[in-house]
C-alpha cells in the first residue's frame, strides 16, 4: 500500500487537502440525490463512499471524483415506485429492486469495458462536448437554487439576505484567494471561513443537519454498510421489469463518466482510460447492490472541484470517499454545522468555471450546424436527460458529415486514344454518396470500352461496393467493357466474394507509387 501511494501520488498535500474539500461537498449532493429518488438519505451517502472509493483506486481518470449523481437519481425514482407496486405490503420493496438493478446495471458496465467500448467516446464530436458541459453547468446551477428554499418554500427576508451574503463570501475568497497563494485549496479555506463565522457569529441560516431533515433524514450518522443479497425473487418476470432501467442507468452512467473523463483529460492534459473506468464502475455498483448503496457514476461538478483544488492523483479520490465515510462514523456533530450556503458558494463557483464561455463567441464564427449542435445538446441537458442529449448530438453531428460528404464526389471524364472514356472518381463512395456516384455514369451513351479510377476515392462501406457491383452490372448488360483501377484490396476481396467474375473487370497489376502509398496508409496492403 506505501508503494501504491510513492508511485501514485505525486503531490499528497494538495490531493489531501482537495480530497477533503470534495467530501464537504458530497455530503448535501447525495442526500438530496437519494431523496430525488425516493430513498432514505444514508443509502445515498453509502453509495457515494463506495462508488467513489472504488472508482478511484481502479477507475482510468486519476482525479475524477464519483458518486451519488441526479442523473441516475431521476430513472430510480420510477424503478423505486414500481418496485414498491409489484411487492404491495413488502416494507422497502422498492429499494431492494434497486439492489438488484445495481447489480444488473454494473454486470453491463463491465461488460462494456471488457468489450472495449470506451474507446467509443473519442467519436463525441467537439460541439456535443460543448453543449454537454454548458447544460451541466445550467442544471448544477439550477439545482443549488433548490438550497434557497426550505420545506418547499423560498427563503425570505433576512435569512433570504443572509444566504446570499454568505454564497457571495465564500464565492470571494475562492476567486481572490488563489491569486494570493496556491497552496491551499481555495474551496476548502472558504467553506472553513464561513463555517466558523455562521458558528461563533450565530446566524440563522440552513445547515447540512437542516438539510437533512428537511428531506425526511433524521442526520447523517450510520454504521458501515452491511452484506445482503437483494430481497427481490429471482424469476423472469423480475429480469425482464429490471433489465431495462438497468440498461439506462447504465447508459447514462457511463456517458456521464466518460464524458467528464474526456472533459478532465482536456483539462489536465493528460489521459485516461474509459475501459478501465467501464470496469471499476461496473465492479462499485455490483458492490454498492450488495451493500445497500445507491450505485453512482462520476460527478463533473465535485470533479472539477477537485482538480481545480490541486487535485491530480488518486488519492484525493480515496480521501475525499474516507472522509465521507468518517462523517457518517464519528464526525456527523461537526459537518451537520457547516451551512449550505458555503457548499452552494463552491458549487457556483464550479458552474462559472464549468461553462465553456467561449462557445457564446465562437457560435457566431463556426458552422451553423455546429451551433445548432451546442445549443441542441445545451437544452436536451437541461430539459431532458445528459444520455439523450450526448446521443442526440452525435447523431445530428454524423447525419451532418454524412450529407457534407454526400456531395463532394466528383467524376472527370476523359477519352483516351483508343476511344475508351475514363471516369476518374474524388471524394468518399459510401451510402450517402451512392446516388451522386450512380448519376455520374451514362451506361447507354458510352463507348464500348469503360475505365473507372477510384485513385482518389475510397470506398467506405457495404453500400459503395453495391453501387460499383450495380455499375459493372449495368454497362455488362449493355454489352460493354467495364474496368476498375486503383480499388483497395478490401473492395476488390468484397466484389469478388459477391461475384467471382467481377473479378475480370478488375485492374490488379496497377503501376502507380501513389496507389500503393495510400492503401499502406489505410493499412490494407495486400
Request: glycine share 12%.
Amino acid at each position: 500500500m506505501i508503494e501504491f501511494f510513492k508511485k501514485k501520488t505525486k503531490n499528497a498535500k494538495n490531493d489531501i487537502l482537495s480530497g477533503i474539500t470534495v467530501s464537504l461537498a458530497l455530503v448535501p449532493e447525495a442526500v438530496a440525490f437519494a431523496f430525488v429518488a425516493g430513498i432514505d438519505p444514508i443509502i445515498g451517502l453509502y453509495g457515494a463512499f463506495m462508488v467513489g472509493l472504488i472508482t478511484a483506486i481502479f477507475g482510468g481518470r486519476p482525479g475524477m471524483i464519483s458518486g451519488a449523481t441526479g442523473a441516475l437519481a431521476v430513472v430510480m425514482v420510477a424503478l423505486v415506485k414500481e418496485g414498491n407496486a409489484l411487492m404491495p405490503g413488502v416494507q422497502d420493496a422498492g429499494v431492494q429492486y434497486l439492489f438488484a438493478t445495481l447489480v444488473l446495471m454494473g454486470l453491463i458496465q463491465m461488460a462494456a469495458g471488457f468489450l472495449k467500448l470506451g474507446k467509443f467516446v473519442r467519436l463525441i464530436p467537439h460541439p456535443v462536448m460543448l453543449g454537454f458541459v454548458n447544460g451541466l453547468a445550467i442544471v448544477i446551477f439550477m439545482s443549488q437554487l433548490g438550497m434557497f428554499k426550505v420545506e418547499g418554500q423560498w427563503l425570505a427576508g433576512t435569512e433570504m439576505w443572509v444566504m446570499l451574503g454568505l454564497v457571495l463570501l465564500t464565492m470571494g475568497i475562492m476567486f481572490g484567494l488563489p491569486k494570493l497563494t496556491s497552496k491551499i485549496p481555495a474551496g476548502l479555506v472558504a467553506i472553513l471561513t464561513v463555517s466558523l463565522l455562521v458558528i461563533f457569529g450565530g446566524f440563522e441560516t440552513p445547515t447540512v443537519l437542516s438539510f437533512v431533515q428537511s428531506n425526511g433524514g433524521e442526520g447523517i450518522q450510520g454504521g458501515l454498510p452491511s452484506f445482503l443479497i437483494p430481497q427481490v425473487p429471482f424469476t423472469m418476470a423480475n429480469f425482464l421489469f429490471i433489465l431495462p432501467y438497468a440498461a439506462i442507468l447504465a447508459a447514462i452512467g457511463l456517458i456521464e463518466s466518460l464524458m467528464t473523463l474526456s472533459l478532465i483529460d482536456e483539462v489536465t492534459e493528460t489521459r485516461g482510460s474509459g475501459n478501465r473506468e467501464c470496469v471499476a464502475q461496473g465492479g462499485a455498483n455490483i458492490i454498492n447492490g450488495f451493500f445497500g448503496g445507491m450505485g453512482g457514476c462520476a460527478m463533473i461538478g465535485q470533479s472539477m472541484i477537485n482538480v481545480e483544488s490541486g487535485g491530480r492523483g488518486r488519492l484525493s479520490g480515496i480521501v475525499a470517499a474516507l472522509m465521507l465515510l468518517s462523517y457518517i462514523l464519528f464526525l456527523s456533530p461537526y459537518i451537520e454545522q457547516v451551512p449550505i450556503a458555503a457548499l452552494v458558494g463552491v458549487m457556483f463557483m464550479v458552474v462559472i468555471g464549468t461553462f465553456a464561455w467561449s462557445s457564446i463567441r465562437i457560435i457566431p464564427k463556426i458552422p451553423r450546424a455546429d451551433a445548432f449542435v451546442i445549443i441542441l445538446v445545451s437544452g436536451i441537458t437541461v430539459f431532458f436527460d445528459l444520455a439523450i442529449a450526448v446521443i442526440s448530438g452525435v447523431i445530428i453531428s454524423s447525419l451532418v458529415f454524412a450529407w457534407q460528404n454526400a456531395t463532394k464526389i466528383r467524376a472527370r471524364k476523359t477519352i483516351k486514344e483508343d476511344g475508351t472514356k475514363v471516369y476518374e472518381i474524388w471524394g468518399p463512395l459510401f451510402f450517402g454518396s451512392i446516388q451522386a456516384f450512380n448519376s455520374k455514369f451514362t451506361p447507354t451513351e458510352d463507348p464500348e470500352n469503360i475505365e473507372i479510377d477510384f485513385i482518389d476515392s475510397k470506398v467506405s462501406d457495404h453500400s459503395g461496393v453495391e453501387a460499383i457491383e450495380g455499375i459493372i452490372t449495368k454497362y455488362r448488360k449493355l454489352g460493354k467493357r467495364i474496368r476498375l483501377k486503383h480499388l483497395s484490396p478490401d473492395c476488390k476481396a468484397i466484389l469478388i466474394k459477391a461475384n467471382p467474375d467481377f473479378g475480370k473487370s478488375i485492374i490488379s497489376d496497377v503501376d502507380d507509387p501513389r496507389y500503393y502509398v495510400v492503401t499502406e496508409a489505410l493499412g490494407i496492403v495486400e
